[in-house]
């Protein structure tokens, strides 16, 4: 998982070689607290660990956060490049920082790497990506652009906070690489980028000495990452770049890792992530810290609706409650029991806790299926029945919403829906 950086592009023409350092336009010199409190705040969360240029960032990039100057709001921009069809965590962390500049009244771009990830990142690898075929990663993109609009109407539905926020934008850099043409793009772009400077990167080096090398397609993929941030530039006055790290490989802590989770993943205040851990301290067994922070993700990523239905699984699942179940639907039970197999019966007159377990097919037949009830091994909806011929009851062995959860021992999950009650 990586802790994002904050990357900051030239305030000048884009001549010579790339420049990624902060020049600021003539009397803009002072530093100013509101930056500076932003800026402080995502650093004692853990969320930014390092800023490049690091000569310019304690005056520099403070300026260009800052309301009272001509230069605010900035544009910020992170990359995602869709090797799979969804988000994970890593890419979370990524979004939590943009969520927060947009907060302070930035604009934030995600940038859906649509042509790159054809080339794969070689960074933090030791061999080449396999590489994927033009329609899977196509397909991938929509996926992430999906993904990626549902978040942030997510942040911005569940978590406003009465401040002017500013925009969040989704690009795919496809956009602007599929007009290109190969030897235009070399002849225009090539002589701005010196090969000592490329092949002195870490992630080039340690590729070179590795028996497999390094192919020209990967060994390029800097070059198109370092055009998206001039185009941003060029097309949106994007200064600024978000990209990631390994911060979080050495914690070790239970204490530290939830407390880095909660500053990292939510948008709680400091002093009530701090509340919290002090009250975990007190009653560690309670999972309080755990708990919101499960809370807090699943909100922002699933919405409203989600959250509500993680509570009734996890009602269900941890703490038998026998209302949760009820109000579930046919699928919340599914995803809950993944490995349960799902049936729909008729409830003929009569139905028999033994005649259950055989049509599902959960017992053997014979005495011993007999016996696994009246041994106690078998339970319906929590509930553990120890009579094969007890008659079923709605209500009680089956739902309100006509749903039986059956249990054969301790882990076999059966789902069974009854029709026409």
């Known amino acids: 998982m990586a802790a994002p950086i904050l990357r900051s592009f030239s305030w000048g023409r884009w001549s010579g070689t790339l420049n990624l350092s902060v020049l600021l336009p003539l009397g803009l010199r002072k530093a100013h607290s ?48 869709p090797t799979a069809d969804s988000l994970h965590v890593g890419h ?33 690898r030791t061999k080449e990506r396999e590489a994927l075929e033009t329609e899977r990663v196509r397909a991938n993109a929509r996926a992430l652009r999906l993904g990626l609009e549902a978040l942030a109407a ?28 190969l030897v ?14 490329l092949l002195s990167r870490q992630s080039v080096q340690l590729r070179l000495k590795s028996p497999e090398g390094m192919s020209l397609a990967e060994f390029f993929y800097q070059v198109l990452q370092a055009y998206d941030f001039y185009y941003l530039f060029q097309r949106y006055g994007c200064r600024v770049q ?27 205040p400091l002093p009530e992530i701090d509340h919290i851990m002090q009250l975990h301290v007190k009653e560690p067994e309670r999972r309080g810290p755990q708990k919101r922070l499960a809370a807090e ?7 409203r609706e989600g959250l509500d239905s993680a509570k009734r699984c996890t009602q269900a699942l941890y703490h038998s409650s026998i209302d949760a179940l009820e109000v579930m639907s046919d699928q919340e039970l599914k995803e809950l029991f993944k490995e349960a197999p799902f049936s729909e019966f008729f409830l003929d007159p009569g139905t028999s806790v033994l005649d259950t377990c055989r049509k599902a097919n959960a017992i053997p037949d014979g005495p011993r299926g007999y016996r696994m009830i009246t041994e106690g091994g078998v339970s319906i909806n929590h509930q553990q029945v120890t009579n094969p011929e007890s008659v079923l009851i709605v209500g009680q062995h089956i739902l309100k919403n006509g749903l039986s959860l059956l249990k054969i021992g301790k882990r076999n999950f059966y789902i069974i829906k009854w029709l026409q009650l």
Request: glycine share 14%; proline share 3%.
């Open 154 to 181: 997510n942040h911005q539905q569940l978590f406003t906070d009465g401040r002017s926020w500013g925009s969040f934008t989704v690009l795919d850099n496809s956009a602007w690489y599929q007009k290109q043409h």
């Open 297 to 303: 993700v699943t909100k922002l990523v699933h919405g």
């Open 34 to 81: 509101g930056a500076q409190g932003l800026l402080a705040a995502q650093k004692a969360r853990g969320l930014f660990k390092d800023f490049f240029p690091e000569t310019g960032t304690k005056i520099e990039l403070p300026e260009l956060f800052d309301r009272g100057t001509a230069s605010f709001p900035q544009t910020i921009y992170c990359g995602f490049d």
């Open 242 to 268: 978000l990209g990631g790290s390994d911060q979080l490989g050495n914690i070790m802590s239970g204490y530290e890792f939830i407390n880095k989770y909660l500053k990292l993943f939510t948008f709680l």
């Open 184 to 197: 235009d793009f070399l002849a225009a772009v090539g002589g701005h980028f010196r090969m000592g400077t």
């Open 92 to 124: 979370l962390l990524a979004l939590l920082g943009l969520f927060h500049l947009q907060r302070a009244g930035h604009n934030v771009i995600a940038l859906v790497g649509g042509a790159t990830a054809r080339l794969g990142d070689p960074s933090g």
